[in-house]
């Protein structure tokens, strides 16, 4: 029912900012969480940020706090991931991605999200 496409990445230095954004065509309502993941070559997918729609209750990952930004814009359907201080670590597929309803205590994985993106690649040169 909802449909997520990515958009941001590309190629950029270590130590830039890249900001991602994942504009959604289906409707969301206001208990949905909008997620970011990503995955790297060989490496699991890994949680990166959600945020609840309705209220901009906002998780990260550990790793990530400080460095990265998730936040939305409802009038436009669309959440972002502000990434700053990249690293060679970042470099993944970043993958956008919605859930109807979470378990409160499993907002961060991933098998609680019933929609995905298409994915969009960030790589960071050093």
Not at 11 to 39: D, H, N, T
Not at 47 to 65: E, M
Not at 68 to 76: L, Y
């Amino acid at each position: 029912q909802v449909q997520l496409v990515e958009s941001g990445g590309g190629l950029v230095q270590a130590g830039g900012s890249l900001r991602l954004s994942c504009a959604a065509s289906g409707r969301i309502s206001s208990a949905y969480f909008m997620g970011w993941f990503r995955q790297a070559p060989e490496k699991e997918r890994e949680f990166v940020a959600t945020i609840r729609w309705g209220d901009g209750y906002t998780n990260y990952a550990d790793s990530l706090k400080g460095r990265f930004t998730i936040s939305r814009d409802n009038a436009k359907n669309t959440v972002y991931l502000q990434m700053n201080s990249l690293n060679a670590e970042d470099t993944a597929v970043y993958y956008c991605a919605a859930a109807r309803t979470v378990w409160g205590s499993m907002i961060r994985t991933w098998d609680e999200y019933d929609y995905w993106g298409q994915g969009t690649q960030v790589t960071v040169s050093s």
